[in-house]
């Protein structure tokens, strides 16, 4: 075959020569070639063979001008290019001067800004020394904005008012039209290291510009937080309302005299289901507080309503080893009367319209409370109500002094309760309860149902004592065993109708005994009935008589009362006054300011011994009378009469 070949090429170039003598040698080779040519066969290419070929080239050109642009992208021209754009783009946006001193990095994977300022009518409201900003772009791809870190170090914010009250970061942005459009945002957030070292922040009036001045409470117009300090992570889905934020430290020291916040972390989620709080550790110089807290089938992006919060399952456990009332009086002036470091614990889980609380402790010094129960009706403040009981609970009213210092309270010193137990059932306005606590080796009980909210209010109220010394309160020792009520409605002389019943019998005061005390008044259309009857020995004593509130609230007032067989020597526990004393008195008036007072008042003795000498008769009476310009007052008596009138004040006389 090949030799066939050979023989039919060279007969062709035998022809050749003979069919063009006189040509030349290279004319001859070319046309020896062009006959080669046309009878090889042609060579067809298919239709997929191109298009195949065709994005061959194009991906490799692709890749090959990626290289090429990421190659310019790490080179000092482009960053300065991309620096000077950035600047211009923002500073054409905005009512200040952004400038960047130095840009390094590649915008597709991380981004280092030194010495980046904002500046707003020659205030500098923002400076950052160092901020870095790491990414992942190929995340994009599935749909999620994934940061690797983000840094910002050396930190300085200066928000500042000038002279016509404006503030700078008001000013910064210029105002567009509101955008009323709604708008998806497909895309997940995931920041993975988010970082804040050693931020500065201050917000001045013009009037503390430049202050150095520290507060016992947060002053808006003249703070400054200092060394505050930040990590953390965050994820965002907005499309589908996810939210979490995974604190990992935050510190700052204020210009606050009594706070400095060491550290708070802790994991917050909000979703359509749930909001939540989670292993949040709050430490400042004086408390420290743990907390965990959710609340599930709540949307905070919907429709939010208190009522429909009734099924909405709680749980709540919180505990505080101290807290320091004034890290709270630091930002709430109204707590500024409280003092102390009480301790807490509470347990509490249910639903939101009836939650049960499981345990609630608080310990202060050397008073202990326990109380447990449920509250219902929470999301319908118009109808809560709450079942309680306090329990295993001592009071010591020294810690009260202790808790209130500025309200200047009674100092009791060694009032001590213990084994309180009291029982509360109802709403805040209107309740029932029941109280029992020892004081020393006494014990006092009531059981009460009061009603606020009734116009006017209602009262049910009975007590009892048993051997109860009050000495810690009155300083003088008592053994008061007693039972009483208070039964009506109304407080104000308008509306009062009550019965007040009080019966000591077999009790001791200060060493006297108290056979028989019994005080009963009633209080019915203006007028109080009032009964006093009591016997100690052989002394009895007894007061009966009314007073009458006709026009307004001052009294008018008719007492008659007698003390009979009064020995003083029991009394003043010396015999030389060994006495038999029969004494009497009435009062008929109104009013009981001194100034004021007018009405007949005497005072008498009848049939009496005192120290071996006879008293057949005595008596004292004094008339008060007051006008606008003159007072009155005629006194009598056995042994003397004397009038005084003009205008003077007994007040300032007897001070």
């Keep these: 075959m090949a030799d066939q070949e050979l023989n039919n090429k060279e007969q062709d170039q035998e022809f050749t020569r003979r069919s063009f003598g006189g040509q030349d040698h290279e004319n001859a080779r070319l046309n020896s070639q062009l006959i080669d040519n046309q009878k090889k066969p ?27 642009f990421l190659g310019y992208t790490q080179t000092k021209t482009f ?55 790491k990414i992942s772009p190929l995340q994009i791809l599935l749909k999620k904005i994934y940061v690797r870190k983000i840094l910002l170090e050396d930190v300085k914010i200066a928000m500042l008012q000038d002279s016509n009250g404006e503030w700078n970061f008001s000013k910064l942005v210029r105002p567009k039209p509101e955008d009323t459009t709604k ?31 520290s507060y016992p409470m947060i002053n808006m117009n003249d703070l400054r937080i200092n060394n505050l300090h930040f990590a953390a992570k965050a994820f965002v ?40 709080i989670n292993n949040l550790y709050f430490l400042s110089d004086n408390s420290e507080v743990k907390l965990n807290a959710r609340i599930d089938s709540l949307n905070l992006f919907g429709n939010v309503h208190l009522d429909d919060f009734k099924n909405y399952p709680v749980t709540i456990n919180a505990d505080a080893k101290t807290f320091n009332f004034d890290d709270l009086s630091s930002f709430i002036g109204s707590t500024e009367l409280l003092k102390g470091n009480p301790y807490m614990e509470l347990k509490a889980r249910g639903k939101f319209g009836d939650f049960r609380i499981e345990k609630l402790a608080v310990d202060y010094r050397n ?19 709450i079942q309680a009981k306090v329990y295993d609970t001592d009071f010591n009213y020294e810690d009260v002094n202790t808790l209130l210092p500025t309200l200047k309270l009674p100092e009791y010193a060694l009032l001590h309760m213990t084994g309180i137990n009291i029982e509360f059932e109802g709403q805040p306005a209107n309740f029932k309860t029941k109280f029992l606590g020892n004081i020393e080796n006494g014990k006092v009980s009531f059981d009460a149902s009061i009603n606020v909210s009734a116009n006017p209010m209602t009262y049910d109220i009975k007590f009892e004592t048993n051997e109860l010394n009050l000495a810690p309160v009155i300083n003088m020792n008592t053994l008061l065993n007693s039972k009483g009520s208070l039964i009506g409605k109304g407080v104000s002389p308008a509306d009062i109708n009550a019965d007040f019943k009080f019966n000591a019998n077999g009790s001791s005061f200060n060493g006297y005994p108290l056979d028989r005390l019994i005080i009963n008044f009633n209080a019915a259309n203006r007028i109080i009935d009032l009964n006093i009857d009591g016997l100690s020995g052989n002394t009895g004593a007894l007061v009966k008589g009314n007073l009458s509130f006709d026009n307004d609230t001052i009294p008018l007032y008719n007492l008659v009362g007698q003390l009979k067989k009064l020995n003083l020597a029991a ?33 008498g003795v009848d049939s009496s011994r005192l120290r071996n000498k006879k008293i057949d008769y005595s008596n004292i009476q004094c008339t008060f009378k007051n006008d606008l310009s003159n007072r009155d007052i005629l006194l009598t008596s056995d042994f003397v009469d004397f009038k005084i009138d003009g205008d003077f004040s007994l007040k300032k006389a007897i001070a």
């Design 571 to 603: 009394f003043l526990k010396d015999q030389k006054y060994e006495s038999n004393l029969n004494l009497y008195f009435s009062a008929d008036g109104k009013n009981f300011n001194p100034d004021k007072l007018t009405g007949t008042f005497s005072f």
């Design 237 to 276: 889905d907005v499309d589908n309302s996810n939210y979490l934020l995974i604190l990992k430290k935050l510190s700052f020291k204020p210009n606050l005299t009594r706070f400095s916040l060491r550290n708070i972390s802790g994991e917050f989620a909000i979703t359509k289901n749930f909001v939540s």
């Design 183 to 213: 708008s998806s945002f497909p895309f997940m957030v995931q920041v993975n290291d988010l970082q804040l070292h050693n931020i500065q922040f201050t917000r001045q009036s013009y009037a503390n510009y430049k202050s150095q001045q």
């Design 367 to 385: 008073t202990h409370f326990r109380i447990d129960g449920n509250v219902l009706n929470l999301n319908s403040p118009g109808n809560l109500f």
């Design 42 to 68: 042609k060579i067809k290419r298919s239709l997929f063979r191109k298009i195949v070929n065709v994005f061959i080239g194009t991906f490799l050109g692709l890749i090959l001008f990626t290289l090429i």
């Design 79 to 133: 960053r300065e290019t991309l620096r000077e754009k950035v600047i211009t783009l923002v500073n054409e946006e905005i009512n200040g001067k952004l400038n960047i001193e130095k840009l390094d990095g590649t915008i597709f994977t991380s981004l280092f800004l030194q010495n980046t300022s904002v500046v707003v009518d020659k205030d500098t409201l923002f400076f950052a020394g160092n901020v870095e900003v």
